[in-house]
């Protein structure tokens, strides 16, 4: 059974920083681009992130380019979002997302780690 | 940026009746386009994809059409545990989109 397992979320100041972790299971994870999506409290998704599955290509959504960087080690099954000079507007639930390998929707998704980005 | 225009944002319907929304791309998206559904404190459930293939365990009474920049999810006949937001998104052109998002509630 795939799982996907984020964590390190939590209340960060305007300006600071989060990692975020997801950890993955159930599946052969050097095989799969993966991706951040995320949902502001109340509003829809947002794709932030995503990286190929040997790390070579990685894309951003405008909003956050320059301020978080995506990475992966496949041989821990893990996958992460460093979360730089954070604004108010990037609180949100943060979901790590797997596709099927048919395009890039998402049919695995964790339950999400919230981040809040408050003085 | 592709924007992905929901209609209507909440639809109304009794259990047992047909739902049918809308989603329109600002450009072309080909058959590119999937459907979520939902439910409070929950993550997304990939519905369709293709813009018309079911996923994997998903209903019947669950469909899907349309293609360029038209689209269309048909739930047949309501259940409730149907009652739940749906999204559409692309992903034909990064930065891959969603629309705002269609609440199917109880009449």
């Known amino acids: 059974e795939v799982q996907l397992v984020e964590s390190g979320g939590g209340l960060v100041q305007p300006g600071g920083s989060l990692r975020l972790s997801c950890a993955a299971s159930g599946f052969t994870f050097s095989s799969y681009w993966m991706s951040w999506v995320r949902q502001a409290p109340g509003r829809g998704l947002e794709w932030v992130a995503n990286i190929k599955q040997d790390g070579s290509k990685k894309y951003f959504v405008d909003s956050v380019k320059g301020r978080f960087t995506i990475s992966r080690d496949n041989a821990k099954n893990s996958l992460y979002l460093q979360m730089n000079s954070l604004r108010a507007e990037d609180t949100a639930i943060y979901y790590c997302?797997?596709?099927?390998?048919?395009?890039?929707?998402?049919?695995?998704w964790g339950r999400g780690t919230l981040v809040t980005v408050s003085s | 940026e592709i924007v992905m225009t929901q209609s209507p944002a909440t639809l109304s319907v009794s259990p047992g009746e047909r739902a049918t929304l809308s989603c329109r791309a600002s450009q072309s998206v080909t058959s590119k386009l999937a459907w979520y559904q939902q439910k409070p404190g929950q993550a997304p459930r990939l519905l369709i994809y293709?813009?018309?293939t079911r996923a994997t365990g998903i209903p019947a009474r669950f469909s899907g059409s349309g293609s360029g920049t038209e689209f269309t999810l048909t739930i047949s006949s309501l259940q409730s545990e149907d009652f739940a937001v749906y999204y559409c998104q692309q992903y034909n052109n990064g930065p891959w989109t969603f629309g705002r998002g269609a609440k199917v509630e109880i009449k």
């Open positions: 293709g813009a018309s």
């Open positions: 997302a797997r596709d099927l390998n048919m395009g890039d929707f998402y049919g695995y």
